[in-house]
């Protein structure tokens, strides 16, 4: 284990942190019996708002591609489940940056 690189060492920290929040949500969730109506419609709102915050930084900073691809991602979203937004908006995506 005196081999591994300081890279090993953070991803295996990051994946221990990921999974302790994960089962700790679990666990507290657990114990009630109902969720308040808010707190199912926030923990619904996890997913879109982690993608908004990975994704908005590419298109504000990184060029007409990437806020092209966010806008219609905006819009497909509005029709389609969020993991066809994603596939979609990733083929958009690639196909803007090849015309570009």
Do not use: C, K, Q
């Not at 109506?37 to 590419?58: D, G, I, K, M, S």
């Not at 991602?73 to 596939?87: K, Q």
């Amino acid at each position: 284990m005196d081999g591994f690189s300081v890279n090993v060492w953070i991803i295996l920290a990051a994946a221990l942190a990921t999974y302790a929040t994960r089962i700790g949500g679990h666990l507290i969730l657990s114990r009630f019996e109902r969720l308040h109506p808010r707190v199912e419609a926030a923990l619904n709102a996890v997913p879109a708002a982690v993608l908004t915050t990975l994704f908005a930084p590419a298109a504000v900073f990184n060029g007409t591609a990437e806020a092209l691809t966010m806008a219609a991602a905006i819009l497909i979203g509005l029709g389609l489940p969020m993991l066809a937004t994603v596939f979609i908006g990733t083929a958009i995506v690639v196909a803007l940056r090849a015309l570009m």
